[in-house]
């Protein structure tokens, strides 16, 4: 009783939420100053959480007067609204994503990069798409091994959209994602991997009691070399979460790096 009452109550709020978003991405946005739409778009993401029961351990992120190239492990569609309520970011995501209902078009309402992964040719006008908000001080996000794993594993970063901080010599950021327990322990209750859909993988994390979500920022990196950059900001995540470096980590499935699978 108490796990369909906790389901309810969070599905109910979690709906007026979205309608919510959908009338200030629809209608007002247009009389917001890109500070205060950016404002707006943080603190829904954080109180998105709160309704999940997603409570957010974030660290800080390093702060610059230009931008930066943020790149995070991948589990959940979570980590989405986790990052979104640290700071403002333009994620990339697979073209496919703008389909989906309600979400896909708040993501593009927020500012997303949609890249068609089956051509190759999309990335070159992802990445000019890269250049211009970087160029004018605003952050993008990528999640660079190309698809989402239950966090017990981190794939091979994809270089491809490392191209334009190499370019514009700005920092790359990694960014550390885990879930966990209240108690501290490893939980897949959030991993949206394998076949699962999203409506199992929400009705899941609404039934949990409460899901730990620890976002934590790597020292920023530069190179001239998007692969070397790559590896680099590889090896500072798979630090992070524990793992033991290798020198041939399992491949990403293929195509360019991009958000919730």
Request: hydrophobic residues 45%; aromatic residues 10%.
């Amino acid at each position: 009783m108490i796990l369909i009452m906790r389901r309810s109550y969070r599905l109910c709020r979690l709906a007026i939420h979205t309608v919510w978003g959908l009338i200030q991405a629809g209608i007002l946005f247009g009389f917001y100053t890109p500070a205060v739409r950016d404002h707006i778009i943080s603190r829904w993401s954080a109180k998105l959480l709160k309704i999940l029961g997603i409570r957010a351990v974030i660290g800080a992120p390093p702060e610059f007067t230009h931008g930066a190239l943020l790149v995070a492990n991948h589990i959940s569609w979570l980590d989405v609204f986790v990052i979104l309520a640290t700071r403002r970011v333009h994620f990339v995501s697979k073209h496919e994503v703008r389909s989906w209902p309600l979400m896909g078009w708040l993501a593009e309402r927020a500012g997303t990069l949609f890249i068609q992964r089956a051509r190759k040719a999309d990335t070159a006008r992802v990445n000019q798409e890269m250049h211009a908000l970087l160029q004018n001080g605003a952050w993008v996000a990528l999640f660079p091994e190309g698809t989402s794993t239950d966090g017990r594993k981190l794939l091979r970063f994809l270089p491809s959209l490392f191209q334009p901080a190499v370019t514009e010599n700005l920092p790359v950021v990694p960014a550390c994602l885990q879930y966990q327990t209240p108690e501290g322990n490893y939980t897949d209750a959030a991993a949206y991997a394998d076949d699962i859909s999203f409506g199992k993988s929400l009705w899941r994390i609404v039934g949990e009691k409460e899901i730990v979500a620890r976002l934590t920022f790597a020292a920023p990196l530069r190179d001239t070399n998007r692969r070397a950059l790559a590896d680099a900001a590889y090896r500072e995540i798979a630090t992070c979460l524990g793992f033991a470096l290798t020198d041939n980590p399992p491949e990403s499935p293929g195509g360019p790096p991009t958000v919730a699978r």
